[in-house]
């Protein structure tokens, strides 16, 4: 298991950096204010709004990086940070998060992948750790190798969920900049701002669908044969 605790740790090490590289952009274009004084919810229904779509609710919701769209109940929830304050990390992330509401309302088929897979990826995440330990000892103890494959087939499921997320996260920013620059709602210098803070965004889900799939291999070579 050395291979698999060297991926977990690379993996961790990289996804710090990413995420603490992340954490410093927002911190730093947090205070670049907007010009327009417009807040983050008040970006948000502006871009809801100009994009005819009338039946999303802006709201609040607590914790720091919890800035979501639900597709169920149709609420585009941001952070507190975000909902109330007036600078560039604000409006890139409100934009963004009504960036999936825009893909739901016009039936982005990657975003409707994506939602298709959703319950079957929990059930295989709830189940992924216990398969693949019960199978790697079975395996170990008497050479079968059913329930280690089932488990490689569990962690196929979420690692292609992981890759599946990437298009729609991408999508997402490249929807909200678009609306950002061309409707003039903040300036060029606010502009690059929100850009660089939604290419790190995105960065985040990269890292986690490389090391996603670094362990997928792992255990797979497993599989096949191959032992540290």
Same mark, same amino acid.
């Given at each position: ?25 927002? @911190? &730093? ?50 952070? @507190? ?15 963004? @998060? ?27 995440? +709830? ?46 920013? +490249? ?15 606010? &502009? ?25 291999? &792992? ?10």
């Amino acid at each position: 298991m050395t291979g698999y605790y060297l991926i977990i740790g690379v993996s961790m090490l990289i996804s710090w950096i990413v995420s603490s590289r992340l954490k410093s952009k927002f @911190e &730093y274009y947090s205070k670049v204010h907007l010009k327009n004084g417009m807040s983050g919810k008040e970006v948000a229904e502006k871009m809801l709004r100009e994009n005819g779509i009338m039946d999303v609710q802006v709201v609040s919701v607590p914790g720091q990086l919890t800035d979501h769209y639900n597709p169920e109940n149709k609420t585009v929830n941001l952070s @507190e940070a975000v909902y109330m304050q007036r600078n560039a990390a604000a409006a890139a992330v409100a934009a963004h @998060e009504c960036g999936h509401a825009v893909q739901h309302a016009v039936g982005y088929s990657m975003l409707q992948l994506r939602s298709k897979m959703v319950p079957i990826v929990n059930i295989s995440s +709830n189940l992924l750790q216990f398969v693949l330990m019960g199978g790697i000892v079975v395996m170990a103890m008497s050479g079968n190798k059913t329930i280690l494959a089932i488990g490689v087939v569990l962690f196929a499921i979420t690692t292609l969920f992981a890759f599946i997320t990437l298009p729609v996260e991408y999508d997402a920013s +490249n929807r909200a900049l678009q609306w950002l620059k061309s409707t003039g709602t903040v300036t060029s210098e606010e &502009y690059e701002g929100a850009e660089d803070s939604l290419k790190w965004a995105a960065r985040t889900y990269v890292v986690a669908a490389l090391g996603s799939l670094a362990q997928l291999l &792992y255990f797979a070579s497993m599989l096949m044969g191959r032992r540290d």
